[in-house]
């Protein structure tokens, strides 16, 4: 892996080295910083070593590491640009009338090393004025830093692997604690961009806390970056790629020897693949384009679809403006990957309601999506036993996503999708019905709240508390739809209490917001956003598509909403009812009172307690954990 330094020979010359005269290059200040040449590291060996100036592009570094024999270049490329520029000069000289004088132009190319050198260094010493100019006028902007937010509470993120529809989620491979990298070095005062060799410290997400070689235990200098940026590169890419190593200004002094010290530090260590940037621009391409026609949950009466277009796509993420809107406003924000949107054709082939558009043909440009670039669900034998309408369950409420509802089968559409009724809240014209399929995780057999100690949000109105199903059942003449008909597979999915992410608040799909992983029901997880009450809580399911690893909005270049501010904290209070509100009506369009927080009249003031790890205990998809139905 450390070879590549080596790649790269001093001795390689120019076709025009030999050409060049043999002027010595008068050496600069010794204070200046050190410099490497094409993978090589170089160092002062007693603090006097002689300095040069490249005579083309006027870069400073350690003379003997400069090409040619007279040590006047600092690279190859240069040396051919000052030949070629040698032989223009060449030429117009030959240009000149015999016998008359040099022209002032003639003059000036014959002194040109000269007037290289000390233009380069005046531009140098002029560069760091600018700098310690710009470093004391620079303001501090604030903003959220999820380094910062990290580091000041000793947070833990969910590792990107959990997230197998983000970028690299399926090709993180082993990055870990430990591996070394190849990062811009910020602690150095030359001019040029150089580079120096980095550890990670510390992974959250996509970012990496790094801490350069040669710190030890010091970390003063630490800093963050996102691991998929481009400025972050394996271990070799300088040698490669031309590049120059420059020590840390603050650690120059601790070794002599640079590059024996690099050597057995790196000597078995692991790096990114080389291929890494080229894998994450690949993770990075979505087949969606903009003007593609789909068919997506109208947000306005979701029990019926709507056409839409993709207006646009960031990270995977899709704006969707539904097609008779002129102004393109009305719009639905959702990931590619969502079970929310469909082929065209797929509410008829289903027979799911269909909101048929007044636009008569296609507008110009816009095409239906290919029917293989939407999520698949699973083959369901519908045969034999199978959901029946009128059979009760347990559901996510699609309006109030914090609570899981006594639900009701309205209808059962082909392919194994359910129409689902959340009782006691139902419109008197099925407007708010939602489409599930039998194998969503969003829905749950009867019990899966009680035998899980989850808070079950009864029917409105519903005077008998606390709530019994077997008593419901009776009173409803109605029977609990079978267990073994529900998805009980629960994938080893790597999520724990109290780990952050990025997640879409899908009462308002358009954010995404700082979160926290808060409790862990098998697949199912508890997110809650930081800095607001827990009422926005919101169930999600673990292969959720709208839950993102830290660092994914900087990385798609996605706006990310920071945790709420002490004052808005402060407020919520008073206000959160009206928010909530508004926050359901803009999401899917339909009026309807959020559900009042009923746990001190359900349990008599009893408090359920978290239950942690009951998902890794039964990973293995077992019905176990499902109350048993009463006969």
């Known amino acids: ?96 009338v015999a016998g008359k004088p040099p022209t002032k132009k003639a003059k000036v190319l014959q002194k040109q090393p000269l007037v290289a050198k000390l233009a380069a260094y005046a531009q140098y010493q002029a560069t760091l004025q600018n700098q310690a100019k710009t470093k004391a006028a620079a303001v501090p902007v604030e903003g959220f830093s999820w380094g910062n ?50 550890g990670i410290v510390k992974l959250a997400g996509y970012n990496a806390l790094l801490r350069y070689e040669g710190f030890e235990n010091d970390s003063s200098l630490d800093f963050w970056c996102n691991v998929c940026g481009s400025d972050i590169h394996p271990v070799g890419w300088c040698a490669t790629s031309g590049k120059p190593l420059v020590p840390p200004r603050t650690i120059q002094h601790k070794y002599t020897n640079w590059k024996a010290f690099l050597v057995k530090r790196l000597t078995g260590a692991k790096t990114l693949p080389p291929d890494f940037s080229q894998k994450v621009s690949e993770s990075m391409q979505y087949p969606f ?18 056409v839409a277009v993709v207006e646009s796509v960031i990270g995977g993420r899709l704006r969707l403006v539904y097609e008779e809107s002129e102004d393109k406003t009305d719009d639905f924000w959702c990931h590619m990957y969502s079970p929310l949107i469909h082929h065209i054709g797929w509410s008829r082939s289903i027979g799911h309601r269909f909101k048929r558009s007044d636009i008569t043909k296609k507008q110009d ?45 309205r209808k059962v559409l082909a392919d194994g999708y359910l129409m689902i009724g959340i009782d006691g809240s139902e419109a008197a014209d099925g407007s708010d019905w939602f ?9 749950f057999p009867v019990g899966f709240c009680e035998i899980n100690m989850i808070e079950l949000t009864p029917p409105r109105g519903y005077a008998k508390l606390p709530f019994k199903w077997f008593d419901y059942l009776r009173e409803t003449d109605s ?8 998805n009980k597979e629960v994938p080893n999915h790597g999520f724990h209490v109290g780990m952050k992410l990025e997640a879409v608040d899908l009462m308002e799909p358009r954010l995404v917001c700082v979160a926290t992983v808060t409790r862990i029901i098998h697949r199912l997880l508890r997110i809650h956003f930081d800095g607001w009450e827990d009422e926005y809580d919101q169930w999600v399911d673990c292969e959720s598509p709208d839950l993102y690893p830290v ?24 206000s959160s009812k009206q ?44 019905a176990s954990y499902y109350i048993k139905q009463e006969p």
């Open 289 to 306: 384009k903009t003007s593609m026609r789909v068919e997506v949950v109208d947000k306005t009466h979701l029990c019926r679809t709507r």
């Open 579 to 622: 928010k909530k509100k508004a926050k359901s009506q803009q999401y899917k369009g339909h009026k309807k009172m959020t559900p009042l927080q009923l746990k001190e009249e359900l349990l008599d003031g009893e408090e359920y307690s978290f239950l942690q790890g009951a998902s890794d205990q039964e990973s293995n998809g077992s």
């Open 365 to 409: 440009g816009h095409f239906d999506a290919p029917p293989h670039l939407f999520m698949k669900v699973k083959e369901v034998d519908a045969a034999g036993e199978w959901f029946k309408e009128g059979m009760k369950l347990e559901a996510i409420d699609p309006l109030n996503l914090s609570a899981i509802c006594v639900a009701t089968i």
């Open 1 to 96: 892996m450390f070879d590549g330094y080596d790649s790269c020979s001093e001795d390689t010359s120019s076709s025009s080295s030999s050409e060049e005269s043999e002027e010595e290059v008068a050496p600069l200040p010794s204070s200046l910083p050190i410099i490497k040449n094409n993978g090589q590291v170089y160092t002062y060996p007693d603090g006097k070593s002689g300095m040069a100036t490249c005579e083309m592009c006027g870069m400073v570094g350690v003379r003997d590491a400069f090409y040619s024999k007279t040590k006047r270049f600092c690279s190859v490329s240069c040396s051919r640009s000052y030949s070629s520029n040698s032989k223009k000069a060449s030429i117009l000289a030959r240009l000149q």
């Open 435 to 443: 489409c599930y399929h039998a194998t969503s995780p969003s829905i």
């Open 551 to 574: 660092g994914w909005c900087q990385l798609t270049g996605y706006q990310l909403q920071p945790p709420a501010p002490q004052s808005s904290r402060d407020s919520q209070s008073s």
């Open 149 to 198: 937010y990290i580091n000041s509470n000793s947070f833990t993120a969910a590792p990107v692997t959990c997230f197998k529809h983000a970028p690299m989620g399926t090709r993180w491979g082993d990055i870990s604690e430990g591996v070394r990298v190849e990062v811009p070095n910020t602690d150095c005062s030359l001019p040029t961009k150089v580079f120096w060799i980095a």
């Open 479 to 486: 029977i609990a739809a079978p267990v073994k008909l529900f």
